[in-house]
């Protein structure tokens, strides 16, 4: 049956254990955390040497790494349907397992063993987005073998898609989790917080005992986040646009250049860079029409983002509304482009970033 999280954790603290589990989705902290808690309820930590086995996967790795792939069905139906050791069950874990590694007898042979586990076993089956990018980790669970994946664990036991949480509950659990730590963190600064980690939680956490060990106690500051957090992607771009911005040209070549190193997809730098052009030119709008960056926030729905635009009130200070203008119309024309055309799109934007650069000269 399909479960949402709130469903998941009523019925482990119930209990209740089905015989296989899939678990999936954005949050691969709490899909950890449930994959703990389910190996906790099936078999007691002084019977796990004998009775919990685990196979830790990397999606799409090759046949040269057979360590990485699926085990064989022969393999792995032992170890299912063999009698546990002095315990009630075996546990077992396909740590981001990928069925299209699988041929398709050999899938069909597993969907099979799924459909008939004992009730002396525990399955547990989890996909995490290891690639932190959601349109193609999508794709990936919306293929054919995947979904019938799906379909057999919700006949024969639970699915559950663990999703990030929403912005005001990350929000939250900073501040009250900085709180208990001894140190302060305002709604503003926990919100600038989230976005550096990109919303996951298993970062947030991190990220919060580094930030309350080095301040102690007292205020967490915006400036503190700076200094310690590791930025995101995004904020990587948001970078490469104020160094063209402040028209050193090659520092934001240097910056784009580490993010193809990094195989950042084009379109995703694309859409962020003009994502942020957006935000300074609303800015501008906002600081020529006298008002403050908390009323363009709120005129143009930042909510909880209302820091961006306080940053982008400090970009834009010397830039003119024609300028920011040109911008946004180079980096149109490079998007129509690299969606219109078969050009190398990573020429494309080194060309629309040389373009900006020469507007500000």
Known sequence: MKLSEYQL???LKAGKLARIYVLYGEEDFLIRTYTDR???LAVPQDAREMNFVKYSLVPGADETSRGDRPPS???LSDVVLSMPFFSERKCILLKNFDPDMLSKDEFS?????????PETSAVIITRENTEDDPKRFKEKIDKAKMKKLLETADKFGVVCELQKLPAPKLMGMAI???SRAGCTLSEENAAYLADCVGGSLSLLQTEIEKLCEYRQSGEITAADIDALVPKRIEINIYKLADELIAGRVGNALEILG?????RVEPVIIMATLSGHFVDLYRAKLGAEAKKSAVDT???FNYGRRAFVMKNAYQTVKYRSKEYLGGCLEVLYRANKLMNSSKEDKQLIIERAVVEISAMGR
């Open 38 to 40: 389910i190996i906790n």
């Open 73 to 75: 069905v022969e393999e």
């Open 109 to 117: 042979d597993y969907l099979a063993m799924f459909s008939d586990i």
């Open 297 to 299: 926030a709120n005129a």
């Open 176 to 178: 009250t989790k900085c």
């Open 258 to 262: 580490a993010l193809f190193a990094k």
């Open 9 to 11: 954790n009523a019925d």
